[in-house]
C-alpha cells in the first residue's frame, strides 16, 4: 500500500518560502505522475505543480514564477519550493502520486501565509 509522507508546512509572512516535501513509501510499479494540490477553505481542490514520470511539468498560473516542483526519482520523493508566498497561498497542501495501478493523497499539511 502507498504511503505518502508530508513535510513543512507552516505559518510565514508574505514574502517570505517555504518547501514542502514528499516521501512515498509502498511503490510497486512506476510511477506516472508526482505533484501537489492545494485546497483553501470554501474552494475546490486545484492542482499547484505536477511532474509527469516523463518530466514534464505543470504549474497552476497563480504560483508560476513563484513555485518550484522537483523530484528525486530514486527515492520516490517529491517537493515544492514555494517563494515570494501571498496571503492567497494559504491552504491545505497535498501531495499526489499516481501509478498505473494506483491514485494516493497525503494527509496534508498547512501553509498559512499572514499578510
Known amino acids: 500500500q502507498v504511503q505518502l509522507v508530508e513535510s513543512g508546512g507552516g505559518l510565514v509572512q508574505a514574502g517570505e518560502s517555504l518547501r514542502l516535501s514528499c516521501a512515498a513509501s509502498g511503490i510497486r510499479f512506476s510511477i506516472n505522475f508526482m505533484g501537489w494540490y492545494r485546497q483553501a477553505p470554501g474552494k475546490q481542490r486545484e492542482l499547484v505543480a505536477g511532474?509527469?514520470?516523463?518530466?514534464?511539468?505543470n504549474y497552476a498560473d497563480s504560483v508560476k514564477g513563484r513555485f518550484t516542483i522537483s523530484r528525486e526519482k530514486t527515492k520516490n520523493t517529491v517537493d515544492l519550493q514555494m517563494n515570494s508566498l501571498k496571503s492567497e497561498d494559504t491552504a491545505v497542501y497535498y501531495c499526489?502520486?499516481?501509478?498505473?495501478?494506483?491514485?494516493?493523497w497525503g494527509q496534508g499539511t498547512q501553509v498559512t501565509v499572514s499578510s
Open positions: 511532474i509527469t514520470s516523463g518530466g514534464s511539468i
Open positions: 499526489n502520486v499516481r501509478t498505473g495501478f494506483s491514485n494516493s
